[in-house]
């Protein structure tokens, strides 16, 4: 399993720390374990946190937030306890479906939002002024929110959680329901926000996960089963799979060219019949011959490389229950 060393590591310089983190539901033969003694080190950056339904992502970022109760273990929010007010102060939420107060205006829903977090009326305004300019809502501040696209709503979601300027910014599912335009656009502002505060995101859009995160952290089963940076986890992947993609101006023709040579365990044409896939069991004479083989053939190469895996491949292959690491 590839994770982060987390041996001498002070919690009191991260932003999210947890040791042996656990919630459990219920007692006697109804209980159930949610999160199962988790450690996490999140420093700033966007961090992302994965798993399936179930694999206790939502009870995690719940305790961190200080809205459920943590059963054994500890968390800390920049050194302070989870839950605690010392912590509270410096956590921007955005829950999967925020409870947006449909008849303000998107003006008077972040200056309400402002007062909340203890900013005085000149302070509530002035940030809001500066939030509607920040996710282009100056025009509809006046509208009430209801009124409002989904797009919209995230954006004015996502702004009340940064109206008291977080230190950590904790998102669940921020763009789900929306259309690839909202998307994108929501994507764009986390990454910008993540060069001067810690993002920690859960998302199921494994492909947004891979835009915006440095490092991420899969739960399954209550678990965490690896943790690193997404670079380093793909190319340790693609080096422990070592396949190899070829294609060619006919593909059917190296394909047989390559069936019986002794410096290759298996090769195939994908489904769709786009590329050769090549798992060598000599792979730098895999290099040095096959380019020699299709110049000799007349075969024009137009593409030869190992194959890159996307995050998607690696978590489907995690999920697997004959998964043993990577």
């Not at 399993?1 to 109804?30: A, C």
């Not at 209980?31 to 694999?55: S, W």
């Not at 937030?65 to 059963?71: H, K, M, R, Y």
Request: net charge positive; charged share 25%.
């Amino acid at each position: 399993m590839l994770k982060v060393k987390s041996m001498n590591i002070n919690p009191n310089s991260l932003e999210i720390w947890s040791k042996e983190l656990t919630k459990i539901y219920g007692k006697g033969e109804q209980k159930i374990t949610a999160v199962d003694e988790i450690n996490l080190f999140v420093k700033k950056g966007v961090h992302g946190f994965l798993g399936p339904n179930g694999a206790g992502k939502s009870s995690t970022i719940n305790m961190l937030v200080g809205a459920i109760s943590i059963t054994n273990g500890q968390a800390k929010i920049k050194g302070n306890n989870a839950g605690s007010q010392d912590a509270k102060k410096f956590i921007g939420f955005l829950p999967q479906d925020p409870a947006l107060y449909g008849r303000m205006t998107g003006e008077q829903y972040l200056q309400y939002f402002g007062r909340v977090s203890g900013f005085g009326k000149e302070k509530a305004i002035e940030k809001t002024k500066e939030l509607l300019k920040q996710f282009n809502l100056t025009e509809a501040k006046n509208r009430k929110i209801k009124t409002y696209s989904r797009g919209m709503k995230q954006k004015i979601a996502l702004a009340s959680a940064l109206i008291k300027e977080p230190h950590v910014l904790i998102l669940d599912e921020p763009t789900s329901n929306l259309d690839p335009v909202g998307r994108a656009e929501i994507i764009k502002e986390i990454r910008a926000l993540s060069k001067n505060i810690c993002v920690f995101v859960s998302s199921h859009v494994l492909s947004e996960i891979e835009q915006m995160c440095d490092y991420i952290t899969i739960i399954n089963k209550g678990k965490i089963v690896l943790t690193n940076k997404i670079e380093n986890i793909k190319e340790t992947h693609s080096k422990a799979n070592n396949v190899y993609i070829l294609n060619t101006n006919s593909n059917k023709e190296a394909l047989k060219l390559l069936e019986n040579q002794e410096f290759i365990e298996k090769v195939w044409i994908d489904a769709r019949g786009l590329n050769i896939h090549i798992i060598p069991s000599d792979t730098h004479t895999l290099k040095q011959k096959v380019p020699k083989i299709l110049i000799n053939n007349n075969i024009l190469l137009e593409k030869f490389s190992q194959e890159e895996f996307t995050l998607e491949d690696i978590f489907l292959e995690m999920m697997n229950d004959n998964f043993r690491g990577i």
